[in-house]
Nanobody
Framework: QVQLVESGGGSVQTGGSLSLSCTAS????????MGWFRQAPGKEREGVAT???????TYADSVKGRFTISKDNAKNTLYLQMNSLKPEDTAMYYC???????????????????WGQGILVTVSS
């Protein structure tokens, strides 16, 4: 049974940092493209960052230089380090997996087959 479980969300003030984790079970993350997505109230789900099978990363323009995606294949876990957080980063954050080894560009949520339940990140001004 495939499962993705996010952890590490919470509330922080503007300029603060948070680290998200996503532990996968039922499959090995190494050959998959893994990604973080977010959805704010009243908005569509958008891509934040992805990391593919050769650990090539992509980022949304809005988070470049502030967020870092990484994975630990041995622990079957995906991470998102978020620094210099802004109120507009407030959203539900979702971990996802796509059955693609290579993903050189940011890909829509529809291309990801497995999803976590999401975790809330709130940034206050």
């Amino acid at each position: 049974q495939v499962q993705l479980v996010e952890s590490g969300g919470g509330s922080v003030q503007t300029g603060g940092s948070l680290s998200l984790s996503c532990t996968a079970s039922g499959f090995a993350v190494s050959p998959y493209t893994m990604g973080w997505f977010r959805q704010a109230p009243g908005k569509e789900r958008e891509g934040v960052a992805t990391i593919d099978g050769v650990s090539r990363t992509t980022y949304a323009d809005s988070v470049k230089g502030r967020f870092t995606i990484s994975k630990d294949n041995a622990k079957n876990t995906l991470y998102l380090q978020m620094n210099s957080l802004k109120p507009e980063d407030t959203a539900m954050y979702y971990c996802a997996a796509a059955r693609r080894f290579y993903m050189p560009t940011m890909t829509p949520p529809s291309q990801f087959q497995y999803w976590g339940q999401g975790i809330l990140v709130t940034v206050s001004s």
